[in-house]
């Protein structure tokens, strides 16, 4: 029995150990179900949680359907406060002009442009819904351009951009009319009309034409005499947007002969000129240029051979205006203006100087600038030429900066090599003058 006994002990302790382990596997199980947990006042045993969430407190309760998310005292969540507006992105054409935006904060507001091309005509607002007035500057470019402005209310920590997308620029057509000028002998003024969108630049190589421009449009002056015909290019352009329209300019030449020519000097003086007219009609001298004069007795109309006597005024340079060598045209006209001849009067001014610089550039050198040092006003520079003695120099031009001569030269690989640069001047009496330099290309290494 004693033998019995202790086995049936045995058995007993087994099953104990059994039931539970079978009770700790139970509730590792129902822990790590969803919604199970200890509950330590309940003395260990699982406790499922209502809704499957966290529990609301009094400050925060929770929603009845167990979300665990806070909500007011009708369970609906509570909203953010945010600055609004009616459009956060606004296109624009390229001109200059206006727009608005509404926009609504619970706040006051206030505005930055980002931009300097965007100006803020409203630079602030108070809460509600108010309009936001802005302009923008023109776009002349080509390409579109994108802005932004700020609204913002730093206390509440609020801000919302508006983003500005500004259309490119469209060129218009140009349009210039008359594009061809004649002038008589004599000169005279004439009108172009010029229609574009855009800046442009009016630019001439002929010394004896004037321009002015004024309300868009240009006057073309000729006041001086030619002695032979002449022409020459306006160009009206803009190399913004590669746009380049030219007008034509000519006038006549002096009718009938060149009875003669006379050279006088700088200051001024008088010459007597013998006129022999074989013409039965009356004839008359007459000055085309405002500084040659006859004298009073030599005025009106005159018949059979007579000697006149000129008048000029000096040439002659000051501290503010540099006057080089001039041309002037007197004409001999028959009564009936059947005979118109001339006479030509070459004065003297100021001597024209010319400095050029040699220099030395290196064999990879394709374009340099060449100092040049002249007292030659713009109007003079028409009449400047300039030329090499090696076809390795491509170009030679005026720089803009008026000191300087650009030249464009090839590679150089082989040995050093020179070329002789030359500027030459010729002046209204004909006279030439010229200025060289030597350009020292290096070696290729």
């Not at 608005?100 to 005509?121: G, L, R």
């Not at 009206?236 to 030449?253: G, H, L, R, W």
């Amino acid at each position: 029995m004693v033998i019995i006994h202790r086995a049936n002990n045995k058995i007993i302790n087994i099953m104990k150990k059994l039931f539970l382990l079978l009770s700790v596997v139970g509730m590792i199980f129902t822990a790590c179900t969803p919604g199970g947990g200890l509950d330590e006042d309940n003395n260990g045993n699982l406790t499922e949680q209502p809704g499957g969430g966290s529990q609301g407190g009094e400050d925060n309760p929770g929603n009845p359907d167990g979300s665990g998310q806070g909500g007011d005292e009708n369970g609906e969540t509570p909203s953010i406060p945010k600055i609004e507006l009616s459009q956060q992105y606004i296109e624009v054409d390229f001109e200059s002009a206006q727009y608005s935006v509404s926009v609504t904060s619970p706040y006051s507001w206030e505005t930055i442009s980002k931009n300097d091309w965007i100006i803020v005509d409203t630079n602030s607002g108070i809460a509600g819904t108010k309009e936001l007035k802005f302009s923008v500057e023109r776009n002349v470019e080509l390409d579109i351009r994108e802005g932004t402005i700020v609204i913002k209310n730093e206390d509440a920590n609020l801000f919302v951009e508006l983003y500005v997308i500004q259309r490119a620029f469209i060129p218009s057509d140009m349009v210039v009319a008359p594009q061809l000028l004649h002038f008589p002998v004599e000169g005279g003024k004439q009108e172009v009309k010029i229609t574009a969108n855009f800046e442009y630049a009016v630019t001439t190589t002929a010394n004896w034409i004037t321009i002015t421009k004024y309300d868009g449009n240009i006057h073309v002056e000729i006041s001086s005499r030619t002695i032979e015909e002449r022409t020459a290019d306006i160009v009206i352009s803009s190399d913004k947007y590669n746009i380049f329209k030219t007008v034509k300019v000519s006038q006549e030449a002096t009718q009938g002969c060149i009875v003669a020519t006379r050279m006088v000097p700088t200051p001024a003086g008088s010459f007597i000129l013998p006129i022999s007219a074989e013409s039965y009609l009356a004839w008359r001298t007459r000055p085309l240029n405002n500084w040659l004069h006859l004298s009073d007795t030599d005025q009106g109309w005159m018949q059979g051979p007579h000697s006149i006597t000129v008048h000029y005024d000096s040439n002659e340079s000051t501290a503010f205006t540099r006057k080089f060598a001039r041309v002037g045209c007197l004409a001999l006209e028959s009564y009936d203006g059947s005979i118109i001849d001339t006479v030509v009067v070459k004065q003297r001014g100021l001597t024209p100087s010319m400095k050029l610089e040699d220099m030395v550039v290196e064999a990879s050198t394709t374009e340099c600038k060449i100092a040049f040092y002249t007292n030659l006003t713009d109007e003079c520079r028409s009449a400047l030429t300039f030329s090499a003695d090696r076809d390795w120099i491509h170009s030679i031009d005026y720089f803009a900066d008026g000191c300087h001569l650009l030249v464009k030269l090839a590679v150089n690989n082989g040995t050093e090599r020179n070329a002789e640069i030359l500027a030459t001047f010729t002046d209204a009496c004909g006279f030439t003058f010229d200025a060289k330099c030597v350009l020292t290309q290096k070696k290729r290494n």
